[in-house]
């Protein structure tokens, strides 16, 4: 996968929009403590779907929206976009997380409304998400050392891209029993119709 943008506006200290170009190598973010340097490592986790506010350094996901400061007041809304080239066989795309006070997130795909599931799956796909173990968060490095041999399987798994198929194998278990149990039903009817 390759992250070509990154845009913010309303996301943590990012309260006007930001605009981000990544260049093929490496990219470097460098500025003074609590400029914003983490912030954009977790806009870009948060995109991707995390779910936890914790691992976001806040109590709730509202705590992602910019919350004011002396001179500015708080904004209603965050939204983070990301384009990136999931894969060499796709066009690249555009994916977009937008949460309100009050409302929740929505996800959109190159325009389209799309599930944070989606949005999960998809970059799972590629071989990354907001827990890859390519985006390496401050304490992180520790945390990996110390990983169970459980948790270290779901790291290796999601770096050889197969941890979208556990989600779909999921889903269609689910699908599966629905049915056989729908089958039942079926029998119990046709037995009642004799
Ligand atoms: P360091 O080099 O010390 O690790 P950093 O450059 O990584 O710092 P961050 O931790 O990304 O900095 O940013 C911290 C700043 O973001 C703090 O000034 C904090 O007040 C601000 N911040 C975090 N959440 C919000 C929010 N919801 N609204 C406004 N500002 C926020």
């Known amino acids: 996968m390759q992250i070509k943008r990154l845009r913010l506006t309303g996301f943590k200290s990012f ?4 605009d981000l ?3 093929p190598g490496l ?3 460098v500025g003074p403590n609590g400029c914003g340097k983490s912030n954009l490592l977790e806009a870009l986790r948060w995109v991707m779907g995390e779910t936890s506010a914790k691992s976001m350094r806040g109590a709730g996901m509202e705590d992602v929206i910019f919350a004011g400061t002396a001179t500015r007041p ?20 555009e994916i977009i997380r937008r949460i309100e006070r009050g409302a929740g997130s929505a996800y959109r795909i190159n325009g389209r409304d799309v599930r944070a599931k989606d949005v999960a799956l998809a970059f799972a796909d590629a071989a990354t998400g907001a827990h890859s173990p390519a985006l390496v968060s401050q304490g992180r490095i520790g945390a990996i050392i110390a990983a169970k041999p459980g948790e270290r399987r779901a790291m290796l798994e999601e770096a050889a891209g197969i941890a979208g198929l556990h989600v779909r194998r ?16 079926l029998d119990e009817l046709i037995g009642e119709q004799e």
């Open 15 to 18: 309260v006007d929009p930001a």
């Open 27 to 29: 990219t470097g973010i």
């Open 170 to 185: 999921r889903d269609a278990e689910q699908k599966l029993r629905a049915t056989e149990t729908n089958l039942t039903r």
């Open 74 to 93: 708080q904004r209603d809304f965050a939204e983070v976009a990301v384009v990136a080239d999931l894969d060499d066989q796709q066009d690249e795309l």
């Open 21 to 23: 170009r990544i260049e």
